[in-house]
Structure formats: structure tokens, C-alpha cells
């Protein structure tokens, strides 16, 4: 009865293997209350506003969009560290939102995390060897041998290596592709199921970048893990995401295969990122002419109806001002946020006309 349960429970994940659904998202909402003088309400920052997806174990998503868009607080309360106005984070079939301290102690473990900033997030008065041995003394490893076989296998994968060199340094005396795969180590020490990796490559060269999306995809495959990237560039998702999911003004506006999107993108805010996407051929220039003008809105009061109206090329008066735009599906496996992929849409503007 129980292995019956089990296939019960296991999906075709977007990647085509059977997968369980590792983290489940559910109409989250979250919302920060703004002060006036530190007194009364004065409105709330919409920073994810009814998002929804599903993530399979060994699957890796990348969430894209501009500055502001509202990544980085989706990703925070992924990690724990926000709570949900609304809505419900399911991970393993648990509702973080109601974990204790001891859940969430057991969550940290189970949920790595690769800053953006690799010298920003390693304590300077720290040696390597400490900064790696830290989270397997908070969560219990106490034999000081068994710590240690951990960190020389966990650098012998991000090839962080001799490891006898390595180790007794500061972060200050690596350099930052070093300090990186530092940051990789310490997300992998505790052998966790989920990596939240946040803009893992944008401070780093260009020379190193693919090293470091290569190490990850590669650690992803490897260890079968979920992987949540975190970026506004789209050239690197192709090199590392089976799905690709299009935030923007708070809202999840796209979500596709890897490939359908970059083929045939079909919101018109997807498409302008994509038009803005640097590429080395000269060529592709002439594609930044149609980037629609203006900046995201405000998360305090975003527009009413569909959130990019202001700045799209498409705008329907009358429709896309006023009702926000049903999450449409266009083609298998791929939605999203529009009113031009309504099946109903000549029926909405006949009405609009009356």
C-alpha cells in the first residue's frame, strides 16, 4: 500500500522523468506594510502578489525579471526568512509558513543558499576551514573527523583544491571564482535537496561565469538536486534551467520550457527582456529599438488590470486597464499572463465597444 502511495504521489516533471514535487507553491502572497512616521498604516509593498508553481526534486528553474520585480523577496521567503501574507510554501508536503524552531533548523539543512556576493557573504576574520565546519557544527556533526572528511570531499566537487592550501586561508587571499565555489561548498556541506542560488555569477568575470554555471549544473545532476536561479539575465538560463519562470510588478507573467521560451517568447514583457538580452553578434543590435520605454511600476500601487499596460506595445484600452489578464495557456506546458492568448478576447473587446 505504501509504494502504491508513493507512485501516487510522483508526477512527470517538465524534465520528462517521473519526479515528486520536492516544494509546492501555493497562491503566496507577501506583503510589507509601509509606516508614516513610524504611525498608522500608509499602504502595503506588494513585493509577490498570488504567485504559483510547482518545483520536482532533481529540477532546475531559473525566476528572471528586472530589479524590483520582487525576486529577491520570492526567494527569501522560500528560504524561510519572510513570512507569507497569504498563501502556503509546502516543502517535502510541510507548510514552512508553520514550522517551529526545530522544523526550522531541520529546513536550513535540507535548503542551501549561494549569495550574489561571494566576499560580501564569507565572514572576513574567518579561515576557510571555518567558515566550511561552522554549519556542520550548528547542526550537530560533532566528530571532528567525520567534519572534515565532509569538507575535503564538498571542495574535491567545486574544485577547490589542494585542499590543504585552501583551507587555512582568509577570503581575502582567494580569488573571487575562489571565493564562489567557497560559497557552493557551504550551501553543499549539509547535503541539501533545494539550492536557492541568487544572481550567482554577476559579480564575478565574465572568464569564470560559465565555470561557475557549468559547477552548478554539473552538482545539480550529480547530487539530483532542485535548483532555484535567481537572475535578470536571460543569456545565462539557457546554459542551466529546464523552466524558465518570468516575474514582473510582483507577479509570475510566464512560465515555459527552457526552450519554447527562448524560441518563441509570447508575453510582450518576456519578449522585450529578450530583445535586451546583451549577444556578441553586432547583428542583434537592432533589436534593442524594441524595448518598450518606461521603468517596472510601483509595488505600493501597481496599475490596475494587466501590471506591464503602461509599457506594452499591444495595450487594448478598455481591457487590459482594467481586468487583470487570466493565466491563458497558448501551448502544452506553457502559460501565461496575457489577454492576447484569451480564447475569449474578441468577445472582451466587443464588450469593451459597446
Given at each position: 500500500?505504501?509504494?502504491k502511495?508513493?507512485?501516487?504521489?510522483?508526477a512527470?516533471?517538465?524534465?520528462?522523468k517521473?519526479?515528486?514535487?520536492?516544494?509546492?507553491?501555493?497562491?503566496?502572497?507577501?506583503?510589507?506594510e509601509?509606516?508614516?512616521?513610524?504611525?498608522?498604516?500608509?499602504?502595503?509593498?506588494?513585493?509577490?502578489?498570488?504567485?504559483?508553481?510547482?518545483?520536482?526534486?532533481?529540477?532546475a528553474?531559473?525566476?528572471?525579471?528586472?530589479?524590483?520585480?520582487?525576486?529577491s523577496?520570492l526567494m527569501?521567503?522560500?528560504?524561510?526568512?519572510?513570512?507569507?501574507?497569504?498563501g502556503?510554501?509546502?516543502?517535502e508536503?510541510?507548510?514552512?509558513?508553520k514550522?517551529?524552531?526545530?522544523?526550522?533548523s531541520?529546513?536550513?539543512?535540507?535548503?542551501?543558499?549561494?549569495?550574489?556576493?561571494?566576499?560580501g557573504?564569507?565572514?572576513?576574520f574567518?579561515?576557510?576551514?571555518?567558515?566550511?565546519?561552522?554549519?556542520?557544527?550548528?547542526?550537530?556533526?560533532n566528530?571532528?573527523e567525520?567534519?572534515?572528511?565532509?569538507i575535503?570531499?564538498?571542495?574535491?566537487?567545486?574544485?577547490?583544491?589542494?585542499?590543504?592550501?585552501?583551507l587555512p586561508?582568509?577570503?581575502?587571499?582567494i580569488?573571487?571564482?575562489?571565493?564562489?565555489r567557497v560559497?557552493?561548498?557551504?550551501?553543499?556541506i549539509?547535503?541539501?535537496?533545494?539550492?536557492?542560488?541568487?544572481?550567482p555569477?554577476?559579480?564575478?568575470d565574465?572568464?569564470?561565469?560559465?565555470?561557475i554555471?557549468?559547477?552548478?549544473?554539473?552538482?545539480?545532476e550529480?547530487?539530483?538536486?532542485?535548483?532555484?536561479?535567481?537572475?535578470h539575465?536571460?543569456?545565462?538560463?539557457?546554459?542551466f534551467?529546464?523552466?524558465?519562470?518570468?516575474?514582473?510588478?510582483?507577479?509570475?507573467?510566464?512560465?515555459?520550457k527552457?526552450?519554447?521560451?527562448?524560441?518563441?517568447?509570447?508575453?510582450?514583457?518576456?519578449?522585450?527582456?529578450?530583445?535586451?538580452t546583451?549577444?556578441?553578434?553586432?547583428?542583434?543590435?537592432?533589436?534593442?529599438?524594441?524595448?518598450?520605454?518606461g521603468?517596472?511600476p510601483?509595488?505600493?500601487?501597481?496599475?490596475?488590470?494587466?501590471?506591464?499596460?503602461?509599457?506594452?506595445?499591444?495595450?487594448?484600452?478598455?481591457?487590459?486597464?482594467?481586468?487583470?489578464?487570466?493565466?491563458?495557456?497558448?501551448?502544452?506546458?506553457?502559460?501565461?499572463?496575457?489577454?492576447?492568448?484569451d480564447?475569449?478576447?474578441?468577445v472582451k473587446?466587443a464588450?469593451?465597444?459597446?
Amino acid at each position: 500500500m505504501a509504494t502504491k502511495t508513493k507512485k501516487a504521489a510522483q508526477a512527470a516533471s517538465p524534465n520528462g522523468k517521473a519526479s515528486e514535487t520536492l516544494l509546492s507553491i501555493k497562491d503566496l502572497r507577501v506583503w510589507f506594510e509601509l509606516r508614516r512616521f513610524g504611525f498608522g498604516n500608509a499602504g502595503y509593498v506588494r513585493a509577490v502578489d498570488n504567485v504559483s508553481f510547482d518545483l520536482h526534486q532533481g529540477e532546475a528553474i531559473a525566476i528572471v525579471g528586472e530589479s524590483g520585480c520582487g525576486k529577491s523577496s520570492l526567494m527569501k521567503t522560500i528560504l524561510g526568512i519572510n513570512k507569507p501574507t497569504e498563501g502556503s510554501i509546502v516543502f517535502e508536503g510541510r507548510d514552512i509558513s508553520k514550522f517551529n524552531r526545530e522544523d526550522l533548523s531541520w529546513y536550513s539543512a535540507q535548503v542551501g543558499y549561494v549569495q550574489q556576493d561571494p566576499f560580501g557573504s564569507l565572514p572576513p576574520f574567518m579561515t576557510i576551514e571555518r567558515i566550511l565546519e561552522e554549519p556542520l557544527i550548528i547542526h550537530g556533526v560533532n566528530d571532528k573527523e567525520e567534519r572534515m572528511r565532509r569538507i575535503y570531499k564538498v571542495m574535491e566537487e567545486v574544485k577547490l583544491t589542494p585542499q590543504a592550501e585552501v583551507l587555512p586561508k582568509f577570503p581575502h587571499q582567494i580569488s573571487g571564482g575562489q571565493a564562489q565555489r567557497v560559497v557552493i561548498a557551504r550551501a553543499m556541506i549539509l547535503e541539501p535537496k533545494l539550492i536557492v542560488a541568487d544572481e550567482p555569477v554577476s559579480m564575478l568575470d565574465a572568464s569564470v561565469r560559465v565555470e561557475i554555471l557549468k559547477l552548478l549544473r554539473g552538482l545539480q545532476e550529480s547530487h539530483n538536486l532542485a535548483v532555484i536561479y535567481i537572475t535578470h539575465d536571460l543569456s545565462t538560463v539557457r546554459y542551466f534551467s529546464e523552466r524558465i519562470f518570468v516575474m514582473y510588478a510582483g507577479q509570475l507573467i510566464e512560465k515555459a520550457k527552457m526552450g519554447a521560451l527562448l524560441k518563441n517568447a509570447r508575453h510582450p514583457y518576456t519578449q522585450a527582456l529578450l530583445a535586451a538580452t546583451s549577444d556578441p553578434d553586432a547583428d542583434n543590435a537592432l533589436h534593442y529599438k524594441d524595448v518598450p520605454p518606461g521603468e517596472p511600476p510601483s509595488l505600493v500601487k501597481p496599475p490596475t488590470g494587466c501590471r506591464f499596460h503602461p509599457r506594452c506595445p499591444h495595450f487594448m484600452e478598455g481591457l487590459c486597464d482594467v481586468e487583470e489578464p487570466p493565466e491563458t495557456q497558448p501551448e502544452s506546458n506553457y502559460l501565461t499572463l496575457c489577454w492576447l492568448y484569451d480564447p475569449e478576447l474578441e468577445v472582451k473587446l466587443a464588450a469593451v465597444k459597446r
